[in-house]
């Protein structure tokens, strides 16, 4: 699967190339990673216990499809922080933290304005993602909640960011986004009635260059 998305995304890669208006930039994302906690029936009181700061980056493509239009995809490291805390009915407590590490190739459309100002623009965009678990570890030394991670996770995403381009090839970009994640990423878990639920979010403070 793992390596379905990198040749994946290298035809994509390819495909752009041959477009007449095709940027291919790097990124470098500090992230605030957090999550979503819902436990089923009434035994347990299960919430998230914190976040923590992690650094996302990868190679990206802007594929232009019209003037202010462009398609963006890429393929990013993307770590991740699990934590939760919470108490049974039964007396026992839990407050655990894992690390979870994703390939993620990110789909969305951004929208450009006009120069707002010389040689810079305002964006706007939208999409979602796809990300594979490649990696997984307790963070806590006793943890025993959670057993295991589901292999994907996806999420929906909105941001919003700057463009200034330096030179006749080379833009730099700054941005915000926000990843909502839609799958429940936890395949096992040892809770002994109901079910466990945790969803990944992230708020990504984006850096980036295209040449």
Known sequence: MKKTVILLF?????????????????????????????ASGDEY????????????????????????YYFHSGLLYVPKRVGVEG?????????????THYLQVPVGIKLFTNEVALDTRIFFQVGGALEILINEENISDDAVLIEDFRFF?????LGSGVEYRIGTTTILSGGITYNRGLVNVVSEHNLMAGDLSVKNDLLRFDIGVKF
Do not use: C, H, W
Not at 87 to 99: L, N, V
Not at 153 to 157: H, L, P, T
């Open 45 to 68: 009181s299960l919430s998230t216990n914190g976040v923590g700061l992690r650094f996302i980056f990868g190679p990206y493509v802007d594929v232009m499809l019209s003037e202010n």
């Open 10 to 38: 290298f035809a994509l890669l390819g495909f752009s190339a041959v477009q007449a208006q095709t940027k291919i930039g790097l990124k470098f994302s500090p992230t605030i990673s957090s999550n979503r906690v819902d």
């Open 153 to 157: 996770d996806a999420n929906v995403s």
């Open 87 to 99: 108490t049974a009915q039964s007396g026992g407590m839990f407050d655990e933290a894992y690390k």
